[in-house]
């Protein structure tokens, strides 16, 4: 009996420790790399069944999106050794994908990992209230000063992950709570997202809450104007207090409302000074129109784009970076944007892989039945809120975005897979 249990939750479980590990910095490398080898396993016994029948063919044309222009960048990367890391490393994430995808591809294994995601996402919002409260998590780990980390601790990264995810605790409280129960929660993530201080997270979740209304208008037509109208009003509440209650908040609201002011150095501000990252990458664009200046080579290329006292150049001598001399400039880490980012580094073979991979996705959730879309909800608004074009992004091609993406579709194909299986 005990065996029987471990055969059927333990993949499931090694596929939700991802999540589990994902606040404890490169932790989580050790059940993608677990998960790698199992995918290796399954593409050995099961041959192109593992990787090139129904939904596997979609996470494998996914991957490919993204890892051949990151291939095709390296003849004309700046720093060749950077791209080739780049594009070795990424196998992993294809291989882990691939038993990701094998796991999570019946209704049950979708059911239990919605169930156990959700109380992750649970658990860091009530973490992230602690804190608030307290100025310290459960863990003891203090607030970032400016914004709330939970159990992040001193990393910036809680409100994206955690707009990025909420789809999982939603979905959830939608299917198994009472509305008081499910309204609660609601303001309690509302509350975290805005003192979490991610204005980019901010727009995540706006894409997610727009994303259930466009779902609903398209089953019934109507849209549940009293449930918005009661949302609006919790939003409005919980981010009026926060203004006058917390001075992360006040200080972020005040920076982006700078925006409003129209000159370009107060936009500038407002974007936490992304108009001279944009401009560079825009430049490399221009130079570099065919492939880029190589995956994750933005920072190497920029101080060649920039003005000499642009304020992202961290002169020679002052650079700890493996791939490059001490002696080097370097620039901003990357674009901050996603377009931006694919352009730049992978140039227009990148953008066109990218934009593949959004219509991919898109085409394959309107193929879904409506009434067998349901399974797919959380990972597909998740995907949808990461990819949203409009907004600010961390890099693709860097670990744990990269990371945290090809998890998020390869469940999405698992639930495409299970949407096509009878009902457990």
Known sequence: MRSEAVREWGPVLLVWSCLVLL?????????????????????????RRAYWEGPARIFTIAFLCVWL???LSMPDAYVFERTLSVVLTFLRLYLSGVFVVSVLSSP??????????????????????????????????PDNHDRLNGIF???????????????????????????????????????????????AGWIMFGVVVMAYLALGWSRTRTLPWRTMAAGLLAVAVVGVSAYYTSPRFESRMDRSLEIFKGSRQAVDESLSGRLPIWNVA?????????????????????????????????????????????????????????????GSETGA????????????????????PGERREIAIPAAFSVLAMLFPFNT???????????????????YCGALAAAQRPQE
């Open 23 to 47: 606040p404890f910095g490169r932790s989580v490398e050790l059940p993608v790399l677990i998960m790698a080898i199992l995918g290796i396993r399954l593409i050995v016994t099961q041959g």
């Open 69 to 71: 222009p990151a291939v």
């Open 108 to 141: 049950l294994a979708q059911r239990r990992f919605l169930r156990l995601a959700a109380w992750v996402v649970l658990f860091w919002v009530a973490d992230g209230l602690f804190q608030a409260a307290f100025g310290f998590d459960v863990f003891g780990y």
């Open 153 to 199: 601790n001193r990393h910036v990264k809680f409100g994206l992950v955690l707009a990025m995810l909420s789809p999982w605790l939603l979905e959830h409280g939608r299917l198994h709570w009472p509305f008081a129960l499910r309204a609660l929660a609601w303001i309690a993530l509302v509350a975290v997202l805005l003192l979490a201080g991610s204005r």
């Open 282 to 342: 825009l430049k490399m664009i221009e130079h570099h129109p065919i492939n880029g200046v190589g995956a994750r080579n933005y920072r190497y290329a920029y101080p060649d784009y920039a003005p000499k006292n642009d304020r992202w150049i961290s002169p020679a001598g002052n650079n700890d970076d493996p791939y490059v001399s001490p002696d080097t400039e370097t620039g901003a880490a990357h674009s901050h944007q996603l377009l931006l980012e694919m």
């Open 349 to 368: 073979i990148g953008l066109v892989g990218i934009l593949l991979l959004m219509g991919l996705l898109l085409r394959t959730w309107f193929r879904l």
């Open 393 to 411: 992004h961390w890099a693709i091609y860097s670990s744990f975005f990269s990371q945290l993406l090809f998890w998020a579709i390869a469940v």
